[in-house]
Structure formats: structure tokens, C-alpha cells
């Protein structure tokens, strides 16, 4: 059985911001249909991931490559094509507060595509069942739980049937039976639409119940890149340390000296 296609691939990625190194030499692979958690410190760089995928930012040195095309050498035209491939699901949701779950989920696919309205409604009304929230079509954001609005996130984030979603900590803030929801509609979308998954979090419990594969963010680069079992089991120090969440190793040692 052949090794699946990449869909991401990052080569010796470097990024910062005057004399500030975010990114010092990334090397990371993933392969399609994978459910890739980053896992790493507060402000290691995991959020900025996602932002050189989607092409908001350019790296300062190497590539960024989607389906083997780099994404920093694209034109407008080109990234905007590539872009409707992608779903971005953020930490807050970002939902539009002055526009209906119905008008958040159709504004994508209103701008960047020619579909009449019934279709569009058809894929708003798709979508909001695959999340559990058919009820909410004409809710404003301001009706909806903190948990709602993480699930019409998830719908907005698929609305355009993309090839692959990228998550930034999708369960923070909730409480552990909503979190558990939410890693579970990560699962099923994944299976259900066929994509490749890449996924920010802090939480623990959810990195090892949605990932498939994970990759560790420390001082710049990617130390560890292996399964969510290799991991739990992992001998270096710093995942070790990390996935525990003690107090004492080499994370906290190297922040004091």
C-alpha cells in the first residue's frame, strides 16, 4: 500500500519580526487525511503555522508548500483559488455579529462563488446538520452559547468543502463535556468530507483524542513529529515534560537561565 499524497509540506521555515526569530528552520510534513496536532508553548509560533499556510503572513526564509506549490510565490488570484481549498476554524469563532448563523455561513461561498441563492442555502442547511445546529439557521451570534458558536465555526470553517481545515484551539474556553463535543465533530467531519485536518491546542485530552499524527513546537522548531502514542511514551525531556505539564525539567529550566 502506497504512502498518502502531502498535502503540507514546510521546508527549513523560518520567520521574524525585526530581531525577533518566531520560526528558525521547520521542517514538517503532513500527509492528506491526517488529524495533525501542533502542540508547544504559549507563543512558540503554533497560531503563525496556520497563518503561513493561508498565506497572511510570508516566511522570512524557506517554504511553505500546499500540494506542492509554494504558497509565498502564489499571485492574488492563484492564493484566493488555493484559499477556498482551506477552512479556518479560529479560537473565537469570528462570527459576524450583525449577520445571521445563516449570512455568516453563505458570506464565503456569496463572495467568492457564482452560486444561485437556493444552492447556497442548500449548503448552509448541509452543513449546520453535519454540526448538530439546524435550529440555529436564523439565530444571530449573540443568541448562541459559547459552544454554538464553536459549532457554527466548525460549519463556516467546511462551507466551501475544503481539502484541508485548520483549527486554532478550538476547545479553549469550554467546559470539558462541550470540549468533548467539539473533538468529536472534528473526528467525523474529517471522515465525513475526506480532509486533512491541522489542529492548535493547548488541551491535552483533546490533542491525543482527535490527532492521528502530532509534531511538537519548541524555540523554533519542530523537535518531535511522530504518533499520539509514540508521544505519550516519548524518552526527550521536553515533550515529556510538556505533555505532563510538570513543573520541574528542562521547559522551565531554560526560561530561568
Not at 480532509?195 to 492548535?200: C, E, G, L, M
Request: avoid cysteine; aromatic fraction near 4%; proline fraction near 5%.
Amino acid at each position: 500500500m502506497s504512502a498518502p499524497a502531502t498535502i503540507v509540506e514546510m521546508r527549513d521555515l523560518h520567520l521574524a519580526f525585526g530581531e525577533k526569530e518566531i520560526l528558525a528552520g521547520v521542517n514538517l510534513r503532513v500527509p492528506e487525511r491526517a488529524r495533525l496536532v501542533v502542540l508547544g508553548q504559549s507563543g512558540s509560533g503554533k497560531s503563525t503555522l496556520l497563518r503561513l499556510i493561508l498565506g497572511i503572513l510570508k516566511p522570512t526564509g524557506g517554504s511553505v508548500r500546499f500540494k506542492g506549490l509554494d504558497i509565498a510565490r502564489m499571485g492574488r488570484q492563484q492564493l484566493n483559488r488555493t484559499r477556498q481549498k482551506i477552512g479556518m476554524v479560529y479560537q473565537n469563532s469570528a462570527l459576524i455579529s450583525s449577520l445571521s448563523v445563516r449570512d455568516n455561513l453563505a458570506l464565503p461561498l456569496e463572495e467568492l462563488t457564482r452560486k444561485p441563492r437556493a444552492e447556497i442555502d442548500r449548503l448552509v442547511d448541509e452543513k449546520l446538520a453535519l454540526v448538530g445546529m439546524p435550529e440555529a439557521r436564523d439565530k444571530m451570534p449573540s443568541e448562541l452559547s459559547g459552544g454554538m458558536r464553536k459549532r457554527i465555526g466548525l460549519a463556516r470553517g467546511i462551507i466551501m468543502d475544503p481539502e484541508l481545515i485548520l483549527y486554532d484551539e478550538p476547545s479553549a474556553g469550554l467546559d470539558p463535556v462541550i470540549s468533548s463535543v467539539i473533538d468529536e465533530l472534528i473526528i467525523e467531519l474529517s471522515e465525513k468530507i475526506g480532509a486533512t485536518s491541522i489542529i492548535v491546542t493547548h488541551e491535552m485530552d483533546s490533542a491525543f483524542k482527535v490527532a492521528t499524527h502530532m509534531a511538537m513546537l519548541y524555540h523554533g522548531k519542530i523537535i518531535a513529529d511522530d504518533s499520539p502514542e509514540r508521544f505519550k511514551n516519548s524518552a526527550d525531556p521536553i515533550v515529556a515534560q510538556f505533555i505532563a505539564g510538570d513543573t520541574q525539567g528542562p521547559i522551565l529550566e531554560a526560561t530561568q537561565t
